[in-house]
């Protein structure tokens, strides 16, 4: 299990940004493959973008290709995950949560994840 921390999100207009960040003090932070998932009420979870453990492959849903960037620090003394949102639309109001995994398949899955972030909830106006 690692622990994760989240912070970031809030309240936005239509077209603005957001950045979500996932720290953890766990010193074995570069052997996970980490992700961001998203649920909205009366949805399943689902993934938005994922990163493999040295950041040299990503993956994004196709809902936010080309707005929304994964990156991560593998630092010693900053081990986290970011997601920047770019062009948020309110069909991306949900709760946020940052995962942790052992491995990154390419089509990743929320049962690859077993270590999870608080959440944070991000809501997007029209």
């Known amino acids: 299990q690692v622990q994760l921390v989240q912070s970031g999100g809030g309240l936005v207009q239509a077209g603005g940004s957001l950045r979500l960040s996932c720290a953890t003090s766990?010193?074995?932070?570069?052997?996970?493959?980490m992700g961001w998932f998203r649920q909205a009420p009366g949805k399943e979870r689902e993934v938005v973008a994922a990163?493999?453990?040295?950041?040299?492959?990503?993956?994004?849903a196709d809902s936010v290709k080309g707005r929304f960037t994964i990156s991560r620090d593998n630092g010693s003394m900053n081990n986290t995950v970011n997601i920047q949102m770019n062009s948020l639309q309110p069909e991306d109001t949900a709760v946020y949560y940052c995962?942790?995994?052992?491995?990154?398949?390419?089509?990743?899955?929320?049962?690859?994840?077993?270590?999870w972030g608080q959440g944070t909830q991000v809501t997007v106006s029209s």
């Open positions: 990163i493999s453990r040295r950041g040299t492959r990503t993956y994004y």
């Open positions: 766990e010193r074995t932070f570069i052997g996970y493959a």
């Open positions: 995962a942790a995994a052992q491995f990154l398949r390419e089509r990743p899955m929320p049962a690859d994840f077993r270590s």
